[in-house]
Each structure stands twice: as structure tokens, then as C-alpha cells.
């Protein structure tokens, strides 16, 4: 089943979580930026409450708690339930894909990536953000994993993993970029983008599709 009862009861408590740690969730949006098309049709993932679809420009966002759906229409995203296992759109539907820290919430990141690959359009963009677990403040994250309401259920990736994963799933890898080096709380400014991976908690890898 997928993780999503937590995001169901407590939508709005993450919802505010953007808001008390603008800062990171600034750096967050000014790492994806530069790899999310502003042309062509795109799908999130996991959207959430539409907190990166909307300011992206992404236009369709697929998640499985209504709650999350809900506020992510009111952001003017085309809100679609579903798992990214079984995404419910037509093959080559899309231009782009992103997901945002949805990947440590699936059962199957492998049938995500299929099925990813599958509604995109050949040599199609996927974007994908995520919590490097290997990194310094990753690390940090794994730690207090129990004791977040979000977290305590994920499973986080290394890059590596994510790299092995999507080379398998039949993608070709583009440029990785991080932000976010040091400790959450302490985050007051916005970081700068860095190239690669390695330093900063939150990773973005850019791939197309090789088909």
C-alpha cells in the first residue's frame, strides 16, 4: 500500500512546513529550476500539495491522499489520484516528469521508473529530488527518521542507488546538482546551487529517456 495515510491526517502541518523553513524550501525550488522544461506538458509525481508543480510551471500532479490532491488543485494543478506504479495516462502523454521526495515513499522506485519511462515522450526529461542518504546532513535526516510523522516510514536512497536505478530503468543520466549542506534548523539563507553530489542533503538528478 502506498505511504500515504500520514499526508492524508496531516496535510496541513506539511503544508506549513514550507512556510517555517522557507529558506530551505526556496533552495529546494532554485535547485530544480534550472532542469524542469518551462515548455512542454508536464506530470509531478507525488505532488503533494502542489508546493513544486506550481511554481515550476509542471501542469498535471498525481498523488494517492486526497487531502494532498485537494490543495494542490487550489494551486491550480490538474490533480489526478494514483501510485506511481500504475500511473493512469496514455503512453508519450508527456514532455517532463518530477517528483520531489516521493521516491523514498514508493514500494517499487523500479515500476515507478517504468512506468515513468512509459507516459514520457521519447527523449523525454525526468527530473528527480531527493534526500541523498549518504550525504553528511542525509545522515542527520536517517538518524531522526523515527521521530518525523513523514519520514519514520520512507527509505532513503543514496545517489548511487538512484543512478543504478535509473540506468536500469533504461534512462540516460544528464547533470546532478545540491544545496542544502548544513543542519535544517539552522538554515536562515538561501544556499547556493553546488554541481554534483555528496555535500548537500537534498540532490536532483536530470535524466532522459532512452527510448
Not at 513544486?52 to 494517492?64: E, I, K, R, S, T
Not at 517499487?108 to 531527493?130: D, N
Not at 545522515?139 to 543512478?163: I, K, M, P
Not at 553546488?194 to 532522459?208: L, N
Request: charged letters at 20%; one cysteine or more.
Amino acid at each position: 500500500m502506498p505511504k500515504s495515510a500520514a499526508f492524508e491526517a496531516h496535510h496541513a502541518s506539511y503544508d506549513a512546513w514550507f512556510i517555517k523553513h522557507e529558506a530551505a524550501y526556496i533552495a529546494e525550488l532554485l535547485a530544480l529550476r534550472p532542469f524542469v522544461p518551462w515548455q512542454g506538458h508536464g506530470l509531478e509525481i507525488g505532488v503533494g500539495s502542489g508546493r513544486f508543480a506550481a511554481p515550476l510551471g509542471v501542469q498535471v500532479g498525481l498523488d494517492p491522499a486526497p487531502a494532498m490532491l485537494a490543495r494542490a488543485a487550489a494551486r491550480g494543478i490538474r490533480a489526478v489520484q494514483g501510485v506511481g506504479e500504475h500511473l493512469p495516462f496514455a503512453d508519450g502523454r508527456f514532455d517532463h516528469a518530477l517528483l520531489v521526495t516521493t521516491l523514498c515513499f514508493l514500494d517499487s522506485p523500479q515500476a515507478m521508473l517504468a512506468e515513468a519511462s512509459r507516459v514520457l515522450k521519447p527523449r523525454g526529461r525526468l527530473v528527480i529530488g531527493f534526500i541523498d542518504r549518504e550525504s553528511p546532513p542525509g545522515r542527520r535526516y536517517l538518524a531522526r527518521r523515527a521521530q518525523s510523522v513523514f519520514y519514520r516510514e520512507a527509505t532513503f536512497h543514496s545517489a548511487d542507488e538512484v543512478a543504478q536505478l535509473l540506468v536500469a530503468g533504461g534512462f540516460t543520466l544528464d547533470a546532478w546538482a545540491q544545496t542544502l549542506a548544513g543542519p535544517l534548523p539552522e538554515t536562515q539563507d538561501i544556499e547556493p546551487l553546488r554541481a554534483g553530489h555528496g555535500q548537500g542533503a537534498f540532490v536532483v538528478v536530470a535524466a532522459s529517456n532512452g527510448t
